[in-house]
């Protein structure tokens, strides 16, 4: 019986370490094709999905947020699932666009990845794993 | 130990086996098998220039026939206006702007619907706050009526026009396409539609869900939602159900006159999330679901029919949605078909559409035919709006 059961835990642990790992090579090869590179050392990245595709309040806080604070976050900031790029140019100005910290995913990339989310997000890399994820979400 | 393991083994394998779903299995004739005499032949554009606050779609799009002429017009959510377009010359004719606040104001537009009766009077429903109002080109507010009834007397139904189920005016009334307020066991009793008087502002619920929705548990909101036509010459509502291939048809009080079994050639068969329809009440609705999500966007459906009094025929328009692998891989591309019905709903033909190029929810009919807005056009040139206008031909096109 205890035989039996270090198996099932040993099983858990090595199918979760699989996950995680799986999830860091699906987000940042999303991540490298919309030219976003992680550095070495601690990084992070911003992802907001588009109006409409998530928690709409939540959408234009993060937005807001990175409006206001874009030259001093540390982060880059990557928004997806945009669908009308015309209306989105007229909500943050071409100024903010052509910072460099803030990349469009105009493919949708990161909509479609295991830590994507209808919450805007903030993912921290170190070494080659997520180490921490956190939702833009006030509720 | 031995006893132990079984039990294990038995757990396992019982909490394995799948639930049984009930089919909606198609019919081939009026699908499948049909005489295609119908086709639907690209016949020009209209077009209108957008100016450098108005984007491509929006949430209330429509063509109008007045006694002033056909326009086209829809709301900018972004600046509260309505934009008001001669479709024969695509000219700017108005625009209506109308304030979110004080005495002579409407709320914010960000979900709305209205209709053009006339150049003197624009209905317009602010879906979140319930405000019906009627107003005209220059944004004066005739009066305003409050929809929204908590009372019990409504069913538990909301209503909620959209682009693909406009607000119908017929005579004196306003009908007024209704969602489900919330996830119930019997859908017996849940209306479909709102008819309001303009003069009396009486209102009355017609027409429940079918029987269908009784079935199972059909996942989101959207799925619920019926869009409506009015047929002039019979003087009867058709409806359609997302999940029905059934047509509806109803007298202008609500009763059922006949239904008519129409399906996409594109749509093999329906089933629900869920057979058990306890599900949607036992839910935690607040959370994210991606079994659920995944359903709604991967399950193809009915969007909306449309009576075209000029040529006498029925269009409906069905999504013909990605499968669920392929909306895993990140395609969320909507194809749709439109099916062409004659008079006595026998399906005369169908045409599927790519849904990368046309926009499924913005079809809109006018005396030329059915405009359907083009995607890729305006990704190109971002400040003018094109809808490819297709026409009705009894010759295939090559």
Known sequence: ?139 | MDRILVCFLLITLTSGCREEFVEIHFEKENSTDFNEQFFLVEKGRFEIDLDNKTGFAHRSMQINSTSNGEYFSFINEKTNTIYIHEVETSKLAYKVKLEHQGPNSVGNLQVASHTIINLDSIVVYNINTGGLYLTNTKSEIYWKENLLDYSGDSFGVNPEPAIFSPIVKINDDLFIACSIGRYLTDYSKTYSVLKFNLRSRNREYLYALPQVYNSGYWGTVFKYMPSFDFNPITRHIVLNYPIDPELHVMSLDGKEINRHYESSKYIESMKPLRTNISYGIKKDHGVLDTEQTEYSFSTSDFLRIIYDPYRNVYYRIAYIRPSIESLRTGNRNIDFSISILDANFIKKGERKFNGQIYKSSMVLLSSEGLNIARKDLYDSNEDLLSYTIFKLDKTKPE
């Open chain 1, 1 to 139: 019986m205890k035989c039996f059961f270090n198996c099932c835990v040993l099983l858990v642990l090595l199918s979760s370490c699989k996950s995680e790992e799986e999830n860091y090579i699906e987000l940042t090869t999303s991540l490298s094709k919309v030219n976003v590179q992680l550095t070495e050392g601690e990084t992070g990245v911003i992802i907001i999905p588009g109006a409409g595709s998530g928690c709409g309040s939540c959408i234009s806080q993060a937005t807001s947020y990175v409006l206001d604070y874009i030259d001093t976050l540390s982060s880059n900031v990557v928004f997806t699932g945009v669908v009308d790029m015309k209306l989105f140019r007229l909500e943050v100005g071409d100024d903010f666009l052509a910072n460099p910290k803030v990349f469009i995913d105009k493919e949708n990339h990161l909509m479609n990845t295991h830590v994507s989310s209808i919450y805007p997000r903030q993912l921290t890399f170190s070494g080659k794993k997520i180490k921490r994820v956190v939702d833009f979400n006030p509720y």
